[in-house]
């Protein structure tokens, strides 16, 4: 019942403006938003056997008779908050809040997995904690916490392994090998708009050995895992510079991609981090801006230094985007103040493969030239929580944008 209400609670003021696509006429848009609305269900039940079957060859899986139960896994936030009233959202925020502001070498306490030491060398076992992703990440030091490096474990939080922070095994089970107990289960229901997803338990009793030779592989040196490179960020793992712009991958907030500028890089831009003034119009739903473009760079400075500057902590700079497009000049934009992996259609329907569980993602559409009406465009921005439609004219001094559909969950 909670659930019901929280769902209409939260997510019922879904507003649906008007989408008339007067002034462009484009089959190729047509073509596309009708493709995009059978994508949207992708979710099967998980079977068993998908469940029990380790998804990489360097992690073994036992079944053990005294396992640590997950019931009694103490959750300091549970605990602090199993009290209130559910509809006390404030009291929650503040005590997670605290819960969160407690850390161990960069890493919030609530996220630490386990951590244990062999031969001076320390490791941690976290969860990231994001709506963007969920994964399982290990943080080591070989110098009693002067210096760590981080590694993506493969392993996305939730998606068949569930962690135990009260494995009674040491996490280390000797120096090649990390071990920790687990619950396997099978998501029956993914989440929508808020709703928890539901699981069923397939085995309690799981105890999961981790070959560190593949995990701790950086085979270009350049600060980031072959898993992580290739799963999650899909940049070159032989290359410390994907894109060859002179910035590491690791530093680069659009490593995939050099920045090609034109007219259009300048357009997608503008709309994603732009402050222009709307123009008033009759119809308040209706919104529309100009972006010119000899000014570009100036004003988009200008525009963002307003802004409050974003706090980059260590975890933070786990949390990139990731956008799916096909869009040539989108893919190569420069991004501001935040990581964002481009992908496309094909490389998104691979990653979705191995991350049912991150399947919060921003759509993109290509910028599609109206079929018969000259300098004329519409774009498209298609999110879990938002949908925006663009219909662009381009004129000497620079692009005219009109928000000619939206809405919001
Ligand atoms: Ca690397
Ligand atoms: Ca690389
Ligand atoms: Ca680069």
């Not at 047509?30 to 979710?43: A, R, T, V």
């Not at 992690?59 to 139960?69: G, H, L, R």
């Not at 933070?316 to 040539?328: F, G, P």
Request: hydrophobic share 35%; net charge negative.
């Amino acid at each position: 019942m909670k659930k019901i209400i929280t769902l209409l609670l939260l997510f019922l003021f879904y507003v649906l403006f008007s989408q008339q696509t007067d002034g462009c006429k484009c089959v190729q848009f047509e073509k596309l938003k009708d493709s995009l609305s059978h994508s949207q269900i992708f979710f099967q039940p998980v079977k068993k056997e998908e469940a029990l079957t380790p998804p990489f060859k360097y992690m073994s899986v036992k079944y053990i008779k005294e396992n640590a139960q997950s019931e009694n896994i103490i959750d300091p936030i549970k605990q602090r908050t199993k009290d209130l009233p559910y509809d006390s959202f404030d009291a929650r925020y503040t005590i997670m809040q605290e819960e969160f502001a407690k850390k161990v070498n960069d890493i919030p306490i609530p996220l630490i997995i386990k951590t244990g030491q062999l031969n001076g060398t320390t490791a941690i076992l976290y969860t990231t904690d994001s709506f963007l992703s969920n994964d399982y990440y290990l943080r080591i030091s070989k110098d009693n916490g002067k210096t760590w490096k981080n590694y993506f474990t493969g392993l996305v939080a939730n998606q068949h392994y569930f962690l135990k922070s009260n494995s009674r095994y040491p996490l280390w089970k000797d120096s090649n090998h990390l071990q920790i107990e687990a619950d396997i289960k099978r998501m029956t229901q993914h989440s929508v708009y808020g709703v928890s997803p539901e699981y069923v338990t397939v085995k309690d009793n799981v105890l999961l050995t981790l070959d560190l030779t593949e995990i701790l592989k950086d085979s270009d040196g350049d600060g980031i895992n072959d898993i992580e490179e290739t799963r999650k960020l899909f940049t070159n793992p032989y290359s410390k510079d994907t894109d060859g712009d002179g910035i590491g991958d690791a530093e680069d907030n659009n490593p995939k991609y050099k920045t090609p500028e034109n007219d259009f890089t300048k357009l997608l831009q503008g709309i994603m981090y732009g402050n222009y003034d709307i123009a008033v119009h009759q119809n308040p739903f209706h919104e529309e801006f100009f972006i010119p473009l000899a000014t570009f760079k100036d004003d988009l400075k200008k525009q963002r230094e307003d802004l409050p500057e974003r706090k980059k902590d260590f975890m933070a700079s786990l949390n990139y985007k990731i956008i799916v497009t096909d869009d040539e000049n989108l893919k190569g934009i420069e991004t501001i103040d935040e990581k964002i992996i481009f992908l496309t259609s094909k490389e998104y329907a691979e990653y979705r493969k191995f991350n049912y569980m991150n399947n919060f993602k921003a759509y993109y559409s290509k910028v599609f030239r109206c079929d018969k009406e000259k300098d004329t465009y519409i774009f498209m921005i298609d999110t879990p929580t938002t949908g925006l439609t663009y219909l662009i004219k381009k004129t000497p001094e620079g692009w005219n944008v009109n928000i000619i559909g939206h809405w919001m969950a």
